[in-house]
């Protein structure tokens, strides 16, 4: 997505790259992602690189903690760790899952203001629900895309964060368009592209992702 | 055989392996990602993904030869294969393990045992498919074509 970064890149006020790096000497957007799967570490990783985003890759919640300071073994933190502006963690992993993981950032006061992104192949509603409610910023559909991370940073990047919490957490609505199964149309210019319609859990093709909300509107959902 | 030539037999098999659903939008996603920066990063991350899935295989294939057969462990080597399969675009591997979870589910051995075999199977064509691919790949820049399809 050469070509797309680009684009973006001479829309950008002077020479600021998407994650905030500019000649001036702003800090670079520092990603911490927690996954399990080597393939998806490599991946998830150079999605971000791509974005010119600093990246952090562990393969566990408990080196996720120990990376930020969290796991009470250590109580100085790395220099590196007070600069992660987003986590991305998968939700099953052995061990620790991603929601535990989320659960013990947001226990932080020092961690809890930064966002966390649950990714997971499996779109099971409570369990989208749960992270949401206990403050996960978006819950993304694996495999993750790159429209998806773009996406990502460029609002947070921009402070639309700060925008979303004058809603509050909200669970999803239970009349949700995703039981539903029908095309919901993009929500904002910048959403990803609508997906292709599956009832199947398991569908591949289909990208999804389901935020406390991102945008005026009331609903957020995006097609199964 | 000139660049040309091979361009035209790369594009048309890769066009083949999609319609053939070895491979789906997924691996589109990580052409797109390599540039002149990481020129190797689509082989490098297949080749993580035969490492990692010959792992996993071999696993399963102990896991299920198990007197006690432990179906949540079964499950969670399949229930990773799919992730990673679907994260790379291979296609016919991910359906596989989404039959072969139901399988675990229902606690069915015969069938899991099936689903080990067509699994095994599908991801050996698709390994074979692979290394097809990456070697016409490789046969364009050494005839001084440019890298990408």
């Known amino acids: ?224 | 055989m000139d660049a040309v030539h091979l361009k035209r037999q790369l594009i048309t098999f890769t066009e083949q392996l999609f319609r053939e659903g070895f491979l789906d939008e997924q691996f589109n996603q990580l052409q797109q990602l390599q540039d002149e920066n990481n020129p190797n990063f689509v082989v490098e991350v297949v080749s993580l993904f035969f490492q990692d899935t010959e792992r996993l295989l071999d696993e399963l294939s102990k896991a299920l030869d198990q007197a006690n057969l432990d179906f949540k462990k079964v499950d969670g080597h399949v229930h990773q294969l799919k992730g990673s399969s679907s994260s790379i675009g291979a296609q016919r591997v991910q359906r596989t393990c989404i039959i072969f979870r139901n399988y675990c589910n229902e606690k069915n051995v015969q069938a899991c045992l099936k689903c080990l075999q067509v699994v095994k199977r599908e991801f050996a064509l698709l390994k074979s498919k692979m290394e097809t691919l990456f070697n016409l790949e490789q046969q364009i820049l050494a005839a001084g074509g440019p890298p990408s399809i």
């Open chain 1, 1 to 224: 997505m050469a070509v797309a970064g680009a684009v973006l890149r001479q829309n950008l006020p002077g020479n600021m790259d998407l994650c905030g790096k500019t000649g001036k000497g702003v800090p670079e957007f520092h990603v911490l992602a927690v996954d399990d799967s080597i393939v998806d570490r490599k991946v998830i990783e150079k999605l971000l690189r791509s974005l010119s985003c600093k990246v952090t890759v562990v393969d566990s919640g408990s080196r996720a903690l120990q990376f930020l300071g969290l796991d009470g073994e250590n109580s100085s933190v790395g220099f590196d760790a007070l600069k992660v502006n987003l986590i991305m963690t998968d939700y099953s992993m052995p061990g620790m899952t991603g929601y535990e993981l989320l659960k013990k950032i947001k226990g932080s006061s020092a961690f809890r203001e930064i966002p966390v992104v649950i990714m997971s192949s499996e779109r099971i509603l409570a369990r989208i629900n749960r992270c949401l409610e206990e403050g996960a910023e978006e819950f993304l559909s694996k495999p993750v895309k790159f429209s998806d991370v773009e996406r990502l940073t460029r609002y947070l990047l921009r402070g639309e964060a700060d925008e979303v919490s004058e809603f509050g957490k909200r669970k999803l609505p239970k009349n949700c368009d995703l039981e539903v199964s029908s095309p919901s149309s993009p929500s904002s210019p910048s959403s990803p592209s609508p997906s292709s319609s599956s009832s199947s859990d398991d569908s591949s093709s289909s990208s999804c992702s389901y935020s406390r909300s991102s945008s005026p509107l009331p609903k957020r959902c995006k097609s199964v």
